[in-house]
């Protein structure tokens, strides 16, 4: 099974700052890797699809990057509305698709 | 506008079956796309339970694949879960979605979830 280590566990920033979030996958997930968002009491949302691409109506600040192994999740201005839970996920190992544990953005 | 909705009851006794429907609106099922389980137990992450292709071809999480049954039902625009011999850990959200992309993979579309407790 492919495991998925998302890094910090918690990003503590302010509004305005730049959040990095990293995915890093046991063994190469190619491009199948996917980013969401949940705020409390409510579904995922789809952020990003195959590493870079942005979902249907989420905003140029949210940018996806990486292959293989290594894929980051960069928020290039927070506002306050995207402090949040985010959670990577992958397809590689077919029909096992797994999520990472999640990177919590909180408000410092 | 695609919609989800999850329905079954919020109670299950331990050893029972676990029986939760999907019903979609703004989508007709037999078009297209997979159609996907996901659960998260309280204050926890995401495990993703399995799929169905709206063909009627299902994929399991090999954890859960032998007491997990998906099914499809085009003529209600409806998908169903059931999970065999509950016990306190299948306690969680469970969310019903549209999976999209390479194998459906990754899921666009969510219903709002509803917390099924197991407990006597």
């Known amino acids: 099974e492919i495991v998925l280590t998302q890094s910090p566990a918690t990003l503590s920033l302010s509004p305005g700052e730049r959040a990095t979030l990293s995915c890093r996958a046991s063994?190469?997930?190619?491009?199948?890797l996917a980013w969401y968002q949940q705020k409390p009491g409510q579904a995922p949302r789809l952020l990003i699809y195959?590493?870079?691409n942005r979902a249907t109506g989420i905003p140029a600040r949210f940018s996806g990057s990486g292959s293989g192994t290594d894929f980051t999740l960069t928020i290039s201005s927070l506002e306050p509305e995207d402090f949040a839970v985010y959670y990577c996920?992958?397809?590689?190992?077919?029909?096992?698709?797994?999520f990472g544990q999640g990177t919590k953005v909180e408000i410092k | 506008q695609v919609q989800l909705q999850e329905s079954g009851p919020g109670l299950v006794k331990p050893s029972e079956t676990l029986s939760l429907t999907c019903t979609v609106s703004?989508?007709?099922?037999?078009?297209?796309?997979?159609w996907g389980w996901i659960r998260q137990p309280p204050g926890k992450g995401l495990e993703w339970i399995g799929s169905?292709?709206?063909?009627?071809?299902?994929y399991y999480n090999p954890s859960l694949k032998s007491r997990v049954t998906i099914s499809v039902d085009t003529s209600k625009n409806q998908f169903s879960l059931k999970l065999s011999s509950v016990t306190a850990a299948d306690t969680a959200v469970y969310y019903c979605?549209?999976?999209?992309?390479?194998?459906?993979?990754?899921?666009?579309?969510w219903g709002q979830g509803t917390l099924v407790t197991v407990s006597s």
């Open positions: 979605a549209r999976g999209v992309g390479a194998t459906g993979y990754y899921f666009d579309y």
């Open positions: 703004g989508y007709s099922i037999s078009s297209g796309y997979y």
């Open positions: 169905i292709y709206h063909s009627g071809s299902t």
């Open positions: 063994q190469s997930v190619s491009s199948y």
């Open positions: 195959d590493a870079s």
């Open positions: 996920q992958q397809r590689s190992n077919w029909p096992t698709w797994t």
